[in-house]
């Protein structure tokens, strides 16, 4: 385990692969930590340097008051990889990761020179959304809306199998100040304009039973960025670099092949 002192936080991060191969980076989703990608980092071809990190609020990383800005978990990724020395990365970023990827991507073309939008969008729904959201966790803890988070999270099979406990028991642990934060981060963020600007290489992956972010919203994102590519995976939800991860695993080599990033 290993930790990057940014001074007003201090951020999780794991390396697997080679350390002067071409760096991937990884930012989860709400609610989950860098294990999320356990699965699909195993699959990936060898050479590459594997970078996966905990947003503020959310695993070992520790978890400052909130409300957090969306601003905030951008600049926590571009100092990320400024700590570890990282420019010209591929960043893939599932939901709120998926978010702080485009806004990464705006901000800094240098560290960024493609990027991965899984399960994500330019805005994730609305202000009263996620004012009810954060009420209930506020009235009940993050355990009142769990059972509602694994449905949208996970097909119907995977639902029923003993493998969601564990990703329940992930959510339900994590910080409520930095799940909140994080919420509050989403809630205010509409990168429509900003994102439409942006002309990198790009692919986005949307599950086909995802009650989070439907593809329909993904592909919406995905024609914002011109050459920008779209791939369903059927068959899983929110999160299918869990419920498919061979699946997700190959999707991303083909596009790291695609773009160079690794030899064909």
């Known amino acids: ?104 991507a705006v901000k800094r073309l240098d560290l960024v020179r493609a990027m991965v939008l899984s399960n994500t969008a330019a805005k994730i729904g609305t202000a009263a959304i996620w004012q009810d959201r954060m009420a209930m966790v506020c009235a009940g803890g993050i355990e009142a809306l769990a059972e509602g988070t694994m449905d949208r999270w996970f097909s119907r099979p995977f639902r029923q199998s003993p493998d969601c406990a564990l990703w329940r028991n992930m959510l339900t642990r994590q910080p409520v100040e930095g799940y909140l934060g994080c919420c509050a981060a989403i809630s205010g963020t509409d990168f429509y304009t900003p994102t439409a600007s942006l002309t990198l290489p790009t692919l986005a992956i949307a599950g086909s039973e995802d009650g989070s972010t439907p593809p329909d919203l993904v592909r919406e994102t995905a024609a ?6 779209f791939h369903l995976i059927r068959g899983a939800g929110h999160l299918p670099c869990v419920e498919k991860p061979g699946d997700y695993a190959d999707v991303l080599t083909a596009f790291l092949k695609e773009i160079g990033h690794v030899a064909d």
């Open 1 to 104: 385990m290993k930790i990057a002192d940014l001074g007003d936080v201090a951020l999780h991060y794991r390396e697997d692969g080679d350390p002067d191969g071409p760096p991937v980076v990884f930012s989860n989703p709400l609610g989950c930590d860098l294990r999320v990608w356990d699965a699909v980092v195993e699959l990936l071809p060898p050479g590459l340097r594997a970078i996966r990190y905990d947003m503020r609020g959310h695993g070992l990383s520790s978890c400052p008051p909130g409300p957090y800005a969306m601003g905030v978990l951008v600049r926590d990724a571009e100092r990320l990889l400024e700590f570890l020395g990282v420019r010209d990365c591929v960043f893939v970023g599932l939901s709120i990761g998926g978010m702080i990827a485009q806004g990464l």
């Open 224 to 229: 914002l960025i011109k050459g920008a590519h």
